[in-house]
């Protein structure tokens, strides 16, 4: 697709279970950002790859946070025994390089509801 | 530690009255900076950005921002807002030598009114 495309849209899950979000970058971008953005606040860095490497996870909150890019393209956030601190929307974003200077693109976001 | 403020969390303001959303960072060292909108639930959508040179940065739909080093400031505004300009705006900073990741502030919730 022409855009960064995220999966689900909306997630509600039970405190306890485990979730996957999906991240579908724009084709042939190097870059890939995870975001998580609790309600009334902006967005907060939680990890980086350049292709399938990540480089940068010190954004992730705890251990139960876990993130995979394993080709270079797709990646999945996963999460696992949510908690209610857990709820937020998730963003992606991805560009065509590495480095400072290159736009990032953002997804729509995953929603999820821990209840 | 480093830090992005937007001075305002809302903005009301009347259709065709201009707008200025604050922003400041925490540090002199060398920045990028970009201004966001989101609607609501959607993604967010790059206005503008300052990566070097002219400190009078134009972007889309009518929105400019100035950069002020001194002041460590990069101000966003519109002379002139529209109904559909109803939106949360952020200010984001990428400091050198971080890959390049976003670092935004709280957002301004603008609400423009007829």
């Known amino acids: 697709g022409a855009g960064v495309s995220q999966s689900p849209r909306y997630k509600v899950a039970k405190r306890g279970q485990d979730v996957a979000l999906r991240c579908d970058p724009i084709s042939g971008h190097v870059s890939l950002f995870w975001y998580q953005q609790a309600l009334g606040q902006g967005p907060e860095f939680l990890t980086y790859f350049q292709n399938e490497a990540q480089l940068d996870k010190s954004g992730l909150p705890s251990d139960r946070f876990f993130a995979e890019r394993p080709e270079g393209s797709v990646s999945t956030l996963k999460i696992q025994r949510t908690q209610q601190e857990d709820s937020a929307v998730y963003l992606c974003a991805s560009s065509l390089r590495s480095g400072e200077r290159t736009e990032a693109f953002f997804g729509q976001g995953t929603r999820l509801t821990v209840v | 530690a480093q830090s992005v403020t937007q001075l305002d969390s809302q903005v009301p303001v009347f259709e065709e009255a201009p707008v200025e959303l604050r922003c400041n960072y925490s540090?002199?060292?060398?920045?990028?900076l970009f201004w966001y909108v989101q609607y609501p639930n959607q993604g967010l959508q790059l206005l503008l950005k300052y990566l070097s040179g002219s400190t009078l940065v134009k972007g889309i739909n009518g929105f400019e921002a100035e950069f002020n080093k001194s002041q460590t400031s990069f101000h966003l505004r519109k002379p002139s807002v529209h109904i559909s300009d109803t939106a949360e705006y952020f200010c984001?900073?990428?400091?050198?030598?971080?890959?390049?990741?976003?670092?935004f502030g709280a957002g301004t919730q603008v609400v423009v009114t007829p």
């Open positions: 984001a900073v990428i400091w050198t030598d971080s890959w390049g990741k976003l670092q």
């Open positions: 540090s002199s060292v060398s920045v990028y």
